[in-house]
């Protein structure tokens, strides 16, 4: 069963400050992504990686920076947190294009509030 | 126009009902369609997925694709109490993997 792990479900950070969600995915999976989630606007990609090492901006990458050193690991930077990034951001994996039949697996999210 | 339209309920319906969730599109190159359901507090989980036009079922769930309209649907037979949660129609044109999510419909099921 795949399993996609995110650090935290409930943070609360202040504004200004530098802010790292972790996500962990179990499955070997090449692709991850973030996204953010908010009523009304459905889920919005943030970043996406390829592969280890890789990174592409998603539809809004502003305010958000991304890591990817290992395989499994794909972690989310807000660098400097301001109020209207408060949201539910989810993580999620999958194996690459050519098996396109194969879904996105999402953690559960993380409820950040900025203050 | 908005890429995808999806109504945000939210819908509420006994126990029993048959459920009827909806979504329009505009990209004429979306060829994967999905959907997915997310209970509360939780991530969301792949339900269904279809690639061609014309119906799916799983169970008591049925995929519906008119690519000619640019409308998804998903029925729900015989609808229960766990059933209850937030269903979000995707679209996939290849490329490099981006989805694109509705904003989701509320579903209550009471019993």
């Known amino acids: 069963d795949v399993k996609v792990t995110q650090s935290s479900r409930y943070l609360v950070k202040r504004t200004g400050e530098k802010v790292f969600l972790e996500c962990v995915q179990d499955?070997?999976?090449?692709?991850m992504f973030w996204y953010r989630q908010d009523p009304g606007l459905g889920l919005r990609l943030i970043y996406f990686s390829y592969d280890v090492k890789m990174k592409e901006k998603g539809d809004i990458p502003e305010g958000y920076s991304v890591s990817r050193e290992k395989k499994e690991r794909f972690s989310l930077i807000l660098e400097s947190a301001s109020t209207n990034q408060t949201s539910m951001y989810l993580c999620?994996?999958?194996?690459?294009?050519?098996?396109?039949?194969?879904?996105?697996?999402f953690g559960d999210g993380t409820r950040l509030s900025i203050l | 126009q908005k890429e995808v339209e999806q109504d945000p309920g939210p819908l509420s319906v006994p126990e029993g009902a048959i459920v009827s969730l909806n979504c329009t599109y505009s990209n004429s190159a979306f060829q994967y369609f999905m959907w997915y359901r997310q209970y509360s507090r939780k991530g969301p989980e792949l339900l269904m997925y279809?690639?061609?036009?014309g119906n799916k079922e799983d169970g008591r769930f049925t995929a519906q694709v008119d690519k000619s309209s640019k409308y998804i649907s998903l029925f729900i037979r015989d609808s229960q109490p766990s059933d209850s949660a937030t269903y979000l129609c995707a679209f996939f044109s290849g490329g490099y993997n981006k989805l694109i999510f509705g904003a989701g419909t509320r579903l209550a099921v009471h019993p």
């Open positions: 279809t690639y061609s036009s």
């Open positions: 499955m070997d999976h090449e692709n």
């Open positions: 999620a994996s999958r194996s690459p294009m050519r098996y396109s039949n194969q879904p996105q697996h």
